[in-house]
Protein backbone atom coordinates (compact mmCIF):
# COMPACT_ATOMS: atom_id res chain seq x y z
CA UNK A 1 0.00 0.00 0.00
CA UNK A 2 1.20 3.65 -0.60
CA UNK A 3 1.84 5.97 1.93
CA UNK A 4 2.16 9.93 2.37
CA UNK A 5 4.53 11.80 3.66
CA UNK A 6 3.66 15.33 4.71
CA UNK A 7 6.58 17.88 5.17
CA UNK A 8 5.15 20.48 7.01
CA UNK A 9 7.90 24.16 8.04
CA UNK A 10 6.85 26.13 10.87
CA UNK A 11 7.45 29.42 12.27
CA UNK A 12 9.25 27.15 15.26
CA UNK A 13 10.42 24.17 13.06
CA UNK A 14 9.80 21.43 10.70
CA UNK A 15 7.49 18.18 11.44
CA UNK A 16 7.49 15.21 9.45
CA UNK A 17 3.72 13.62 9.53
CA UNK A 18 3.00 10.33 8.03
CA UNK A 19 0.15 7.92 7.29
CA UNK A 20 -0.43 4.93 5.09
CA UNK A 21 -2.84 5.34 2.09
CA UNK A 22 -5.90 5.22 4.15
CA UNK A 23 -5.24 8.50 5.52
CA UNK A 24 -6.75 8.16 8.86
CA UNK A 25 -3.41 7.57 11.45
CA UNK A 26 -1.47 10.10 11.47
CA UNK A 27 2.16 9.90 13.14
CA UNK A 28 3.82 13.67 13.87
CA UNK A 29 6.98 13.54 14.19
CA UNK A 30 9.64 16.62 15.18
CA UNK A 31 9.76 19.24 15.55
CA UNK A 32 13.12 19.26 13.67
CA UNK A 33 15.15 22.35 14.04
CA UNK A 34 13.23 23.75 17.22
CA UNK A 35 13.64 27.50 17.78
CA UNK A 36 14.00 28.03 13.44
CA UNK A 37 11.65 29.22 10.67
CA UNK A 38 11.04 26.52 8.18
CA UNK A 39 9.91 28.46 5.32
CA UNK A 40 9.58 25.19 2.57
CA UNK A 41 10.35 21.65 2.87
CA UNK A 42 10.53 19.47 -0.72
CA UNK A 43 10.94 15.90 -1.56
CA UNK A 44 12.71 14.81 -4.87
CA UNK A 45 10.38 12.54 -7.11
CA UNK A 46 13.57 11.10 -8.29
CA UNK A 47 14.39 9.76 -4.61
CA UNK A 48 11.91 10.48 -2.07
CA UNK A 49 14.18 9.98 0.86
CA UNK A 50 16.30 13.27 -0.44
CA UNK A 51 14.31 16.10 1.25
CA UNK A 52 15.75 19.02 1.05
CA UNK A 53 15.06 22.14 4.17
CA UNK A 54 15.16 26.14 4.18
CA UNK A 55 16.02 26.57 7.59
CA UNK A 56 16.54 30.15 8.81
CA UNK A 57 16.57 32.84 11.65
CA UNK A 58 16.61 36.35 12.53
CA UNK A 59 20.03 35.75 14.93
CA UNK A 60 21.74 33.06 12.99
CA UNK A 61 20.85 33.44 9.14
CA UNK A 62 20.06 30.68 6.57
CA UNK A 63 21.11 27.14 6.69
CA UNK A 64 20.09 23.81 4.18
CA UNK A 65 19.60 21.18 5.75
CA UNK A 66 19.23 17.68 3.73
CA UNK A 67 17.86 14.40 4.74
CA UNK A 68 18.61 11.36 2.61
CA UNK A 69 16.02 9.20 4.53
CA UNK A 70 12.86 10.65 4.18
CA UNK A 71 13.20 13.28 6.94
CA UNK A 72 14.61 11.16 9.98
CA UNK A 73 17.79 12.34 10.17
CA UNK A 74 19.54 15.86 8.59
CA UNK A 75 22.47 17.07 7.93
CA UNK A 76 23.25 20.79 7.25
CA UNK A 77 24.41 21.94 3.80
CA UNK A 78 25.95 24.67 2.20
CA UNK A 79 23.98 28.24 3.06
CA UNK A 80 26.36 30.57 1.15
CA UNK A 81 24.03 32.78 -1.29
CA UNK A 82 26.47 35.04 -2.95
CA UNK A 83 25.07 37.00 -5.65
CA UNK A 84 26.80 36.27 -9.29
CA UNK A 85 28.51 39.93 -9.64
CA UNK A 86 27.77 43.20 -8.24
CA UNK A 87 23.99 43.43 -7.73
CA UNK A 88 22.65 46.19 -8.20
CA UNK A 89 19.54 47.60 -7.05
CA UNK A 90 15.84 47.21 -6.87
CA UNK A 91 12.94 49.58 -6.12
CA UNK A 92 12.40 50.41 -1.93
CA UNK A 93 8.72 50.80 -0.21
CA UNK A 94 9.38 54.04 -1.15
CA UNK A 95 10.75 53.91 -4.62
CA UNK A 96 14.26 54.65 -4.42
CA UNK A 97 16.78 52.46 -5.00
CA UNK A 98 17.91 49.96 -2.74
CA UNK A 99 20.81 47.61 -2.88
CA UNK A 100 20.08 43.85 -3.28
CA UNK A 101 20.87 42.25 -0.46
CA UNK A 102 20.25 38.36 0.46
CA UNK A 103 17.84 37.58 3.17
CA UNK A 104 16.52 33.84 3.39
CA UNK A 105 15.68 31.08 0.85
CA UNK A 106 11.69 30.86 0.29
CA UNK A 107 11.53 27.97 -1.38
CA UNK A 108 13.53 25.04 -2.78
CA UNK A 109 12.47 22.89 -6.13
CA UNK A 110 14.33 19.38 -6.20
CA UNK A 111 15.14 18.23 -10.04
CA UNK A 112 12.52 16.42 -11.60
CA UNK A 113 15.38 13.80 -12.96
CA UNK A 114 18.51 14.37 -10.34
CA UNK A 115 17.91 14.05 -7.01
CA UNK A 116 21.52 16.24 -6.28
CA UNK A 117 19.91 19.28 -8.50
CA UNK A 118 18.09 21.91 -6.69
CA UNK A 119 16.13 25.18 -6.89
CA UNK A 120 16.46 27.68 -4.49
CA UNK A 121 14.43 30.90 -4.50
CA UNK A 122 15.15 33.63 -2.21
CA UNK A 123 14.98 37.09 -0.70
CA UNK A 124 16.17 39.97 -2.65
CA UNK A 125 14.54 37.87 -5.66
CA UNK A 126 17.03 35.96 -7.30
CA UNK A 127 16.99 32.15 -8.35
CA UNK A 128 20.01 29.93 -6.75
CA UNK A 129 20.66 25.70 -8.04
CA UNK A 130 22.61 23.39 -6.68
CA UNK A 131 24.18 20.65 -8.47
CA UNK A 132 26.21 18.76 -6.27
CA UNK A 133 23.00 17.97 -3.76
CA UNK A 134 23.10 21.45 -1.57
CA UNK A 135 26.97 21.32 -1.51
CA UNK A 136 27.01 24.37 -3.33
CA UNK A 137 24.49 26.71 -4.96
CA UNK A 138 25.17 28.99 -7.71
CA UNK A 139 22.81 32.37 -8.77
CA UNK A 140 21.39 31.79 -12.37
CA UNK A 141 21.95 35.10 -13.09
CA UNK A 142 20.13 35.96 -15.90
CA UNK A 143 16.23 35.96 -14.09
CA UNK A 144 18.33 39.84 -12.00
CA UNK A 145 19.76 40.48 -15.70
CA UNK A 146 16.39 40.57 -17.31
CA UNK A 147 16.54 44.46 -17.29
CA UNK A 148 13.86 45.01 -15.31
CA UNK A 149 15.03 44.48 -11.70
CA UNK A 150 15.25 47.99 -10.76
CA UNK A 151 11.29 48.19 -10.96
CA UNK A 152 10.60 44.70 -8.91
CA UNK A 153 9.96 46.12 -5.20
CA UNK A 154 9.23 44.07 -2.34
CA UNK A 155 5.68 43.09 -0.91
CA UNK A 156 5.07 43.21 2.33
CA UNK A 157 6.73 39.52 3.09
CA UNK A 158 9.88 40.98 1.49
CA UNK A 159 11.44 40.81 -2.47
CA UNK A 160 11.08 36.78 -2.56
CA UNK A 161 11.08 34.74 -5.20
CA UNK A 162 8.84 32.03 -3.55
CA UNK A 163 7.25 30.37 -6.99
CA UNK A 164 9.70 27.93 -8.77
CA UNK A 165 8.05 25.63 -11.37
CA UNK A 166 10.07 22.96 -13.12
CA UNK A 167 8.14 21.97 -17.16
CA UNK A 168 7.51 18.65 -16.88
CA UNK A 169 7.93 18.23 -20.57
CA UNK A 170 10.11 20.89 -21.87
CA UNK A 171 13.34 20.45 -19.74
CA UNK A 172 14.66 23.99 -20.55
CA UNK A 173 11.48 25.77 -19.91
CA UNK A 174 10.69 27.24 -15.95
CA UNK A 175 8.37 29.40 -14.08
CA UNK A 176 9.03 31.62 -11.33
CA UNK A 177 7.01 34.48 -9.49
CA UNK A 178 8.53 37.31 -6.96
CA UNK A 179 6.45 39.75 -5.02
CA UNK A 180 6.13 42.20 -5.86
CA UNK A 181 7.56 41.21 -9.47
CA UNK A 182 5.23 39.30 -11.19
CA UNK A 183 5.92 35.82 -13.33
CA UNK A 184 8.50 35.27 -15.19
CA UNK A 185 9.43 31.99 -17.90
CA UNK A 186 12.63 30.73 -19.19
CA UNK A 187 13.12 28.70 -22.15
CA UNK A 188 16.67 28.14 -21.95
CA UNK A 189 17.22 26.86 -19.05
CA UNK A 190 17.64 29.90 -17.12
CA UNK A 191 19.79 31.76 -19.25
CA UNK A 192 16.91 34.37 -20.55
CA UNK A 193 13.84 35.07 -18.97
CA UNK A 194 10.58 37.25 -19.84
CA UNK A 195 8.49 39.03 -17.90
CA UNK A 196 4.81 37.01 -18.62
CA UNK A 197 2.57 39.28 -16.83
CA UNK A 198 0.30 40.63 -20.03
CA UNK A 199 -3.08 39.94 -18.46
CA UNK A 200 -2.64 41.06 -14.78
CA UNK A 201 -4.18 44.09 -13.53
CA UNK A 202 -2.94 45.29 -10.70
CA UNK A 203 -4.84 48.66 -9.54
CA UNK A 204 -2.47 49.05 -6.58
CA UNK A 205 0.83 49.92 -8.95
CA UNK A 206 1.57 53.44 -10.72
CA UNK A 207 0.24 51.36 -14.25
CA UNK A 208 -1.69 48.89 -13.35
CA UNK A 209 -1.38 47.16 -16.63
CA UNK A 210 2.50 47.44 -16.36
CA UNK A 211 5.32 44.30 -17.37
CA UNK A 212 6.37 44.16 -14.03
CA UNK A 213 5.28 45.09 -10.64
CA UNK A 214 2.72 42.78 -9.90
CA UNK A 215 2.05 40.86 -6.38
CA UNK A 216 1.98 37.12 -7.93
CA UNK A 217 1.47 35.04 -4.53
CA UNK A 218 1.40 31.96 -6.22
CA UNK A 219 1.43 29.91 -9.66
CA UNK A 220 -0.08 26.23 -10.05
CA UNK A 221 0.68 24.09 -12.90
CA UNK A 222 -0.78 20.36 -13.63
CA UNK A 223 2.09 17.83 -15.17
CA UNK A 224 -0.18 17.21 -18.12
CA UNK A 225 -0.69 20.50 -19.11
CA UNK A 226 2.36 22.31 -18.76
CA UNK A 227 1.21 25.56 -20.95
CA UNK A 228 -1.94 26.04 -18.27
CA UNK A 229 -0.99 28.27 -15.53
CA UNK A 230 -3.12 28.85 -12.74
CA UNK A 231 -2.01 31.95 -10.41
CA UNK A 232 -3.44 33.30 -7.24
CA UNK A 233 -2.46 37.19 -7.71
CA UNK A 234 -2.50 39.62 -4.78
CA UNK A 235 -6.13 40.06 -5.75
CA UNK A 236 -7.25 38.02 -8.42
CA UNK A 237 -7.60 34.33 -9.35
CA UNK A 238 -5.82 34.15 -13.33
CA UNK A 239 -6.00 31.86 -15.62
CA UNK A 240 -3.22 31.52 -18.85
CA UNK A 241 -3.83 28.79 -21.36
CA UNK A 242 -0.51 29.71 -23.03
CA UNK A 243 2.45 29.24 -21.04
CA UNK A 244 1.91 32.30 -19.17
CA UNK A 245 2.14 35.17 -22.61
CA UNK A 246 -1.43 35.63 -21.60
CA UNK A 247 -3.58 35.80 -18.53
CA UNK A 248 -7.17 36.11 -18.09
CA UNK A 249 -8.92 36.70 -14.37
CA UNK A 250 -11.49 33.56 -13.19
CA UNK A 251 -12.10 34.67 -9.78
CA UNK A 252 -15.83 34.39 -10.91
CA UNK A 253 -17.89 33.76 -7.83
CA UNK A 254 -15.46 33.47 -5.09
CA UNK A 255 -16.39 35.27 -1.80
CA UNK A 256 -12.89 37.76 -2.26
CA UNK A 257 -10.57 37.34 -4.75
CA UNK A 258 -7.37 38.00 -2.43
CA UNK A 259 -5.44 35.10 -1.08
CA UNK A 260 -2.42 33.33 -0.94
CA UNK A 261 -2.47 29.68 -1.97
CA UNK A 262 -3.58 27.76 -5.20
CA UNK A 263 -2.94 24.01 -6.06
CA UNK A 264 -4.37 21.49 -8.49
CA UNK A 265 -6.30 18.49 -7.82
CA UNK A 266 -3.57 15.72 -8.86
CA UNK A 267 -6.07 13.74 -11.56
CA UNK A 268 -8.35 16.65 -13.30
CA UNK A 269 -6.19 19.49 -14.35
CA UNK A 270 -9.15 21.82 -14.33
CA UNK A 271 -9.65 21.06 -10.77
CA UNK A 272 -8.13 23.98 -9.31
CA UNK A 273 -8.31 24.89 -5.05
CA UNK A 274 -7.82 28.34 -3.89
CA UNK A 275 -8.63 29.33 0.10
CA UNK A 276 -9.92 33.29 0.01
CA UNK A 277 -8.74 35.34 2.66
CA UNK A 278 -10.71 38.62 3.29
CA UNK A 279 -8.20 41.42 2.10
CA UNK A 280 -4.54 42.58 2.15
CA UNK A 281 -5.20 44.30 5.69
CA UNK A 282 -7.32 41.51 7.23
CA UNK A 283 -5.41 38.58 6.70
CA UNK A 284 -7.98 36.16 7.87
CA UNK A 285 -11.05 34.05 6.11
CA UNK A 286 -14.42 36.41 5.66
CA UNK A 287 -17.41 35.80 8.25
CA UNK A 288 -14.66 33.72 9.97
CA UNK A 289 -15.51 30.50 8.29
CA UNK A 290 -12.68 28.38 6.78
CA UNK A 291 -13.57 27.36 3.55
CA UNK A 292 -11.41 25.87 0.28
CA UNK A 293 -12.98 26.45 -2.98
CA UNK A 294 -12.70 24.06 -5.63
CA UNK A 295 -13.33 25.45 -9.15
CA UNK A 296 -13.88 21.47 -11.28
CA UNK A 297 -14.25 24.13 -14.31
CA UNK A 298 -10.38 25.60 -14.44
CA UNK A 299 -11.66 28.76 -12.64
CA UNK A 300 -14.91 31.18 -12.64
CA UNK A 301 -17.34 28.77 -11.19
CA UNK A 302 -16.23 27.94 -7.40
CA UNK A 303 -17.59 26.06 -4.41
CA UNK A 304 -17.38 25.85 -1.20
CA UNK A 305 -15.66 23.32 0.63
CA UNK A 306 -16.36 23.62 4.30
CA UNK A 307 -16.93 19.61 5.77
CA UNK A 308 -14.94 19.26 8.61
CA UNK A 309 -13.51 23.20 8.40
CA UNK A 310 -13.87 25.41 11.36
CA UNK A 311 -17.48 27.65 10.22
CA UNK A 312 -17.33 30.25 12.86
CA UNK A 313 -14.67 32.67 14.81
CA UNK A 314 -11.55 30.79 12.75
CA UNK A 315 -8.95 33.91 12.11
CA UNK A 316 -6.71 32.57 10.30
CA UNK A 317 -4.35 32.28 7.40
CA UNK A 318 -3.11 30.46 4.72
CA UNK A 319 -0.02 31.16 3.40
CA UNK A 320 1.12 30.62 -0.16
CA UNK A 321 3.17 27.77 0.01
CA UNK A 322 1.00 25.85 2.52
CA UNK A 323 -1.33 23.43 0.22
CA UNK A 324 -0.15 20.83 -1.79
CA UNK A 325 -1.58 17.12 -3.27
CA UNK A 326 -0.86 14.09 -3.07
CA UNK A 327 -1.70 11.74 -6.15
CA UNK A 328 -3.07 8.87 -4.74
CA UNK A 329 -6.06 6.94 -6.39
CA UNK A 330 -8.43 9.57 -4.26
CA UNK A 331 -6.81 12.97 -4.24
CA UNK A 332 -5.66 14.06 -1.33
CA UNK A 333 -5.61 17.78 -0.58
CA UNK A 334 -3.77 19.49 2.23
CA UNK A 335 -3.19 22.94 3.81
CA UNK A 336 -1.71 24.41 7.16
CA UNK A 337 -2.50 27.60 8.76
CA UNK A 338 -0.98 30.42 10.65
CA UNK A 339 -2.93 28.71 13.97
CA UNK A 340 -0.78 25.53 13.42
CA UNK A 341 -3.48 23.22 12.09
CA UNK A 342 -2.71 21.22 9.05
CA UNK A 343 -6.08 19.93 7.64
CA UNK A 344 -6.39 16.82 5.13
CA UNK A 345 -8.55 15.87 2.98
CA UNK A 346 -8.55 12.52 1.52
CA UNK A 347 -11.40 12.96 -1.25
CA UNK A 348 -10.44 15.86 -3.14
CA UNK A 349 -12.06 18.73 -0.78
CA UNK A 350 -15.10 17.16 0.31
CA UNK A 351 -14.17 16.55 3.84
CA UNK A 352 -11.78 17.47 5.92
CA UNK A 353 -9.60 16.35 8.99
CA UNK A 354 -6.86 18.38 11.40
CA UNK A 355 -3.91 16.35 11.23
CA UNK A 356 -2.05 18.32 13.36
CA UNK A 357 -4.23 21.02 15.72
CA UNK A 358 -1.58 22.85 17.94
CA UNK A 359 2.07 23.22 16.02
CA UNK A 360 3.73 26.35 15.38
CA UNK A 361 2.32 28.70 12.49
CA UNK A 362 2.47 26.91 9.34
CA UNK A 363 4.86 28.39 6.51
CA UNK A 364 4.54 25.90 4.04
CA UNK A 365 2.89 22.04 3.18
CA UNK A 366 4.55 19.80 0.79
CA UNK A 367 3.25 16.28 0.13
CA UNK A 368 4.82 12.66 -0.79
CA UNK A 369 3.58 9.80 -2.32
CA UNK A 370 5.70 7.09 -1.55
CA UNK A 371 5.37 4.36 -3.73
CA UNK A 372 5.17 0.48 -1.54
CA UNK B 1 47.23 27.79 24.77
CA UNK B 2 44.06 26.57 23.96
CA UNK B 3 41.17 28.97 24.49
CA UNK B 4 37.75 29.07 25.58
CA UNK B 5 34.28 29.92 23.53
CA UNK B 6 30.84 29.49 24.74
CA UNK B 7 28.48 29.38 21.84
CA UNK B 8 24.27 30.10 21.87
CA UNK B 9 22.40 27.09 22.41
CA UNK B 10 21.18 26.81 18.44
CA UNK B 11 24.59 26.95 17.35
CA UNK B 12 25.49 24.47 20.10
CA UNK B 13 22.85 22.00 18.40
CA UNK B 14 24.42 22.63 15.21
CA UNK B 15 27.66 22.19 15.52
CA UNK B 16 27.16 19.42 17.73
CA UNK B 17 29.36 20.51 20.72
CA UNK B 18 28.31 21.39 24.08
CA UNK B 19 28.38 24.85 25.54
CA UNK B 20 32.07 25.09 25.99
CA UNK B 21 34.37 24.35 22.97
CA UNK B 22 38.57 24.50 23.55
CA UNK B 23 40.21 26.58 19.92
CA UNK B 24 43.69 26.64 18.97
CA UNK B 25 44.34 30.03 17.65
CA UNK B 26 47.90 30.56 16.03
CA UNK B 27 49.04 34.08 16.27
CA UNK B 28 47.57 36.82 17.90
CA UNK B 29 44.22 36.31 19.65
CA UNK B 30 41.90 38.25 17.96
CA UNK B 31 38.60 38.97 17.59
CA UNK B 32 39.17 37.89 13.54
CA UNK B 33 41.47 35.07 14.50
CA UNK B 34 38.81 33.45 17.16
CA UNK B 35 36.06 33.55 14.92
CA UNK B 36 38.44 32.47 11.93
CA UNK B 37 39.56 29.60 13.57
CA UNK B 38 36.27 28.69 15.20
CA UNK B 39 34.80 28.46 11.37
CA UNK B 40 37.72 26.47 10.13
CA UNK B 41 36.97 24.15 13.08
CA UNK B 42 33.01 23.88 12.61
CA UNK B 43 32.57 25.06 8.76
CA UNK B 44 28.26 24.38 9.67
CA UNK B 45 28.86 27.90 11.60
CA UNK B 46 30.07 30.27 8.17
CA UNK B 47 27.30 32.10 8.01
CA UNK B 48 25.72 31.91 11.17
CA UNK B 49 27.88 34.34 13.52
CA UNK B 50 29.23 36.58 10.53
CA UNK B 51 27.93 37.36 6.92
CA UNK B 52 29.63 35.36 4.69
CA UNK B 53 30.78 37.88 2.23
CA UNK B 54 31.38 40.90 4.17
CA UNK B 55 32.35 39.19 7.81
CA UNK B 56 30.03 41.62 9.31
CA UNK B 57 28.84 40.66 12.83
CA UNK B 58 24.78 39.03 12.39
CA UNK B 59 23.05 42.00 14.17
CA UNK B 60 21.46 40.00 16.33
CA UNK B 61 24.60 38.37 18.34
CA UNK B 62 27.02 40.57 20.71
CA UNK B 63 30.87 39.14 21.74
CA UNK B 64 31.82 39.48 25.14
CA UNK B 65 34.86 38.87 27.03
CA UNK B 66 35.76 39.30 30.84
CA UNK B 67 32.68 41.74 31.23
CA UNK B 68 33.19 43.76 28.26
CA UNK B 69 31.01 43.88 25.16
CA UNK B 70 33.34 43.62 21.97
CA UNK B 71 30.84 43.91 19.26
CA UNK B 72 31.68 46.82 18.17
CA UNK B 73 35.58 46.52 18.81
CA UNK B 74 37.47 46.06 15.76
CA UNK B 75 37.96 42.45 14.32
CA UNK B 76 41.69 42.93 14.70
CA UNK B 77 41.64 43.80 17.97
CA UNK B 78 43.23 41.65 20.92
CA UNK B 79 41.25 39.59 23.39
CA UNK B 80 42.02 40.09 27.01
CA UNK B 81 44.96 38.15 28.71
CA UNK B 82 42.43 36.01 30.49
CA UNK B 83 40.88 35.14 27.33
CA UNK B 84 43.84 34.31 25.79
CA UNK B 85 45.16 32.12 28.45
CA UNK B 86 42.04 30.49 28.53
CA UNK B 87 41.16 31.28 32.22
CA UNK B 88 37.73 32.90 31.09
CA UNK B 89 35.80 31.92 27.73
CA UNK B 90 34.96 34.06 24.75
CA UNK B 91 31.32 34.56 24.77
CA UNK B 92 29.29 34.51 21.72
CA UNK B 93 25.83 35.67 23.15
CA UNK B 94 22.22 36.00 20.92
CA UNK B 95 20.61 38.92 21.77
CA UNK B 96 17.22 38.56 23.72
CA UNK B 97 14.79 39.83 21.11
CA UNK B 98 11.39 38.51 20.29
CA UNK B 99 9.12 39.93 22.74
Keep these: ?372 | MAIKVVLPAHLQTLARVGSEVSLDVDGPVTLRAVLDTLEDRYPVLRGTIRDHGTLKRRPFLRFFACEEDYSLEPPDIELPERVRTGAEPFYIVGAIAGG
Design chain 1, 1 to 372: MSSVRVLVGTRKGAFVINADGARKNWDIAGPFFGGWELYHLKGSTVDPNRIYASQASGWFGQLIQRSDDGGKTWTAMDNKFAYDGVPGTHQWYDGTPHPWEFKRVWHIEPSLTDPDTAYAGVEDAAMFRTTDGGKSWHELPGLRGHGSGSQWNPGAGGLCLHTIILDPVDAKRMFIAISAAGAFRTDDGGGNWKAINQGLHSQHIPDPKAEVGHCVHRVAQHPSRPNVLFMQKHWDVMRSDNAGDNWSEVSGNLPTDFGFTIDVHAHEPETIYVVPIKSDSEHYPPDGKLRVYRSRSGGNEWEALTKGLPQKDCYVNVLRDAMAVDSLDSCGIYFGTTGGQVYASPDGGDTWNAIARDLPAVLSVEVQTIAS
